[in-house]
């Protein structure tokens, strides 16, 4: 249950009006663009997305096998347009029908491209090594001695930015402001795409039993921007409800995150077939038309494929059919679950999710890896910390850092000018920003052992 759902109650005249949801203007600029090309404004978004260098380097990190020898398993970047397929075709369903009932001056395929766009997107800010990357980063905060010093500097509601650091808020602040950083806004996107990707519309202040956030106190202001062009609803300081695509967007996620690395288990033979089987099965209605269809596929790989295929399928039907049933509180901001905790075969789903953290998540590759992965991270955040507290300490850079900020870009390299906190979002901002390779490289670097190798 999202934390800022709770404090809400629904009021038929206090709900966001759809006209203004699919705003198309763009932080950083006056007005719209006017159309003289052909690509519609949503598009735009897209290409600039599947075009930056921060969607390239997804190429190179972690979905959940990290550093897998195998060519078949996916990586960040894989899963992304994997989302953003499902996303698109979520987006389609829920946009015609919305014209449909509400007569909205947009085409079906507009809506798609919004949560295709923000769906490519939604791992952007992700760092190396998976969901154990955010882990080691939050951990370093609350348990180094560099990370508590820097935190004891910073103010306290800036403090759960870093003790609590989170993947989707870093890949909001990669959209707004470190992609393109000379503009106002970044890339630029439109203020409809942007919320659509910020499934956790509020701070770091307001986050409750260590539940996530999608806003750094760094990109609050702009946000701001973003939801009152919107009418998104404000629930309280730099906390707003979501935008209702924002919700496709999550199904996307979990929909592909939890039914492909089932795949993906038993292609790494984590899985047998016949639990796969099972666990796709129970997702369909139509059952025994689908048993037949497989048992005339030749070999198990297609039909594993064709089993998966049916199954996201089933479950993106019911998710906007969920979406539908729940149209006025989520207009409302009232909503209290995702749209797949809602749909009929919820229990089926949630046991494919047990299986995926039993058989999967918790495999001995993943587990051995993920450890690895901690002393890499760790041993550069100790690296580059380092630096930020002689600024701020002693007041100078000692000899040792004097050399170790020239291996930083220019974009992220602390200055003796700026804030503890934004010196500490800098090296964060490069940490997070590593290919799963890049981070060993730097690691070998910077413990000499690459010096060894030569």
Sequence with gaps: MVPWLMTHKY???????????????????????????????????????????????????????????????????????????VGRSLGFMVGGKLIKKHGLDLMPAEAGTIVATACLAHDIGNPPFGHSGEDVIRDWFQNSEIGM??????????????????????????ILALQRPYSKGGMQLT?????????????????????????????????????????????????????????????????????????????????SFDELRTIFLDLLDNKEDIIK????????????????????????TSSCDVFFEHENEILAAVFKSSLTEEIGKAEE???LKKVAIEKVYNSTEVIETEAAAYEVLWKILDFLGQIVIEFHVKGELGAKCQKSIKLLPELYAPSSDATVYDNTQKIVDYVSGMTDTFAVRTFNRISGISLLRR
């Design 349 to 351: 789903f949630s046991r």
């Design 191 to 271: 203020c409809a795409t942007l919320a659509a990707f910020t499934k956790y519309p509020y701070v770091s202040e307001h986050i409750q039993n260590k539940k996530k956030f999608g806003i750094f106190a760094s990109e609050a202001d702009i946000y701001a921007e973003v939801a009152d062009h919107l009418g998104l609803i404000l629930l309280g300081t730099n906390k707003w409800g979501r935008h209702p695509f924002a919700y496709l967007v999550e199904a996307a996620d979990d929909i592909c995150y939890h039914v492909v690395d089932i795949e993906d288990g038993h292609r790494l033979n984590l899985i």
């Design 293 to 316: 269809r497989v048992e005339n596929i030749p070999g198990k790989k297609e039909q594993v494929e064709y089993l998966r295929a049916c199954t996201i399928n089933a479950l993106v």
């Design 149 to 174: 010093e820097l935190c004891a500097k910073v103010d306290k509601r800036q403090r759960n930015d870093f003790l609590w650091f989170e993947g989707n808020a870093q890949g909001l602040r990669n």
């Design 11 to 85: 009021k038929e005249n206090n709900k966001m009006q759809w006209e203004k949801l699919l705003s198309k203007q763009r932080i950083g600029k006056d007005k719209t663009d006017s159309i003289d090309h052909d690509r519609s404004d949503f598009q735009r978004d897209f290409d600039r997305i599947i075009f930056s260098s921060a969607f390239r380097r997804l190429q190179d990190k972690t979905q959940v096998f990290p550093l897998s020898k195998s060519d078949y398993v996916r990586t960040r970047l894989t899963h992304s347009l994997e989302t953003s397929s």
